[in-house]
């Protein structure tokens, strides 16, 4: 059984009247994207919760089996390696415990969204095209969507209108930017409506792209 810490918190305004789930990448945690609230601000959101949820630490086939923070086995990074599926289904299932945990604190499913970097954005998507509620969307960073071949036959109907954001470095020598471009495109081609950044960068975030997230949110959480 997989053991989680608890996630950080930081609250933009009191009461929150939106929460924004952001799943960090593989062999970080939830400290990874903490600054990037101070880098919103411009963005002017509404009153929001922000939750950065820690990775738990198990062993990853890709790294030569190291023991580290992630949010399932990893075994290769190209369109038709093996996938841990049920390491990713196990981290989905944490992930729908964090959103229902917010809908007990009285946010509604609509103002929701999940968010993750990497690996973490294979979690949100798969998670958010999935989720039996309608979600306000789902931020995908230099990522791509994992469990391809069954998503059109498990998909929430609750979101089939989800927005989608996904943002990918041209340079990205982790995550090839091929892998992230297919993914679109199975998207695309499922009816999904996806709004596509690309950046002149590597496996990373970006100040431009950090402006695109601000954007992409206040649309996503506007009122």
Same mark, same amino acid.
């Given at each position: 059984?997989?053991?989680?810490?608890?996630?950080?918190?930081?609250?933009?305004?009191?009461?929150?009247?939106?929460?924004?789930?952001?799943?960090?990448?593989?062999?970080?945690?939830?400290?990874?994207?903490?600054?990037?609230?101070?880098?919103?601000?411009?963005?002017?959101?509404?009153?929001?919760?922000?939750?950065?949820?820690?990775?738990?630490?198990?062993?990853?086939?890709?790294?030569?089996?190291?023991?580290?923070?992630?949010?399932?086995?990893?075994?290769?990074?190209? %369109? !038709?390696?093996?996938?841990?599926?049920?390491?990713?289904?196990? *981290?989905? @299932?944490? +992930?729908?415990? /964090?959103?229902? $945990?917010?809908?007990?604190?009285?946010?509604?499913?609509?103002?929701?969204?999940?968010?993750?970097?990497?690996?973490?954005?294979?979690?949100?998507?798969?998670?958010?095209?999935?989720?039996?509620?309608?979600?306000?969307?789902?931020?995908?960073?230099?990522?791509?969507?994992?469990?391809?071949?069954?998503?059109?036959?498990?998909?929430?109907?609750?979101?089939?209108?989800?927005p989608i954001f996904m943002a990918?470095?041209? %340079? !990205?020598?982790?995550?090839?930017?091929?892998?992230?471009?297919? *993914?679109? @495109?199975? +998207?695309?081609? /499922?009816?999904? $409506?996806?709004?596509?950044?690309?950046?002149?960068?590597?496996?990373?975030?970006?100040?431009?792209?950090?402006?695109?997230?601000?954007?992409?949110?206040?649309?996503?959480?506007?009122?």
């Amino acid at each position: 059984m997989l053991s989680y810490r608890a996630p950080l918190e930081v609250e933009t305004g009191t009461p929150p009247d939106a929460s924004v789930i952001w799943l960090h990448g593989l062999g970080a945690n939830g400290f990874d994207f903490l600054p990037i609230v101070d880098e919103l601000a411009l963005a002017h959101l509404p009153p929001t919760r922000f939750i950065f949820p820690h990775a738990a630490e198990q062993p990853v086939t890709l790294n030569g089996g190291y023991v580290m923070p992630s949010w399932y086995d990893i075994i290769g990074l190209h %369109a !038709d390696a093996l996938e841990d599926e049920a390491g990713i289904r196990a *981290s989905m @299932a944490y +992930l729908n415990r /964090l959103i229902e $945990r917010e809908l007990q604190r009285g946010i509604a499913s609509q103002r929701i969204v999940l968010a993750g970097f990497s690996q973490g954005g294979n979690i949100a998507l798969n998670g958010a095209l999935r989720y039996p509620q309608p979600l306000a969307g789902a931020l995908i960073l230099s990522s791509y969507l994992g469990l391809k071949d069954c998503l059109a036959a498990e998909a929430s109907a609750a979101n089939r209108a989800l927005p989608i954001f996904m943002a990918h470095g041209t %340079a !990205d020598d982790i995550v090839p930017y091929v892998l992230a471009d297919g *993914s679109r @495109a199975i +998207l695309t081609q /499922l009816g999904y $409506r996806v709004e596509w950044h690309e950046y002149a960068m590597p496996h990373t975030v970006c100040a431009q792209e950090v402006g695109d997230i601000g954007n992409w949110l206040a649309k996503a959480l506007a009122v």
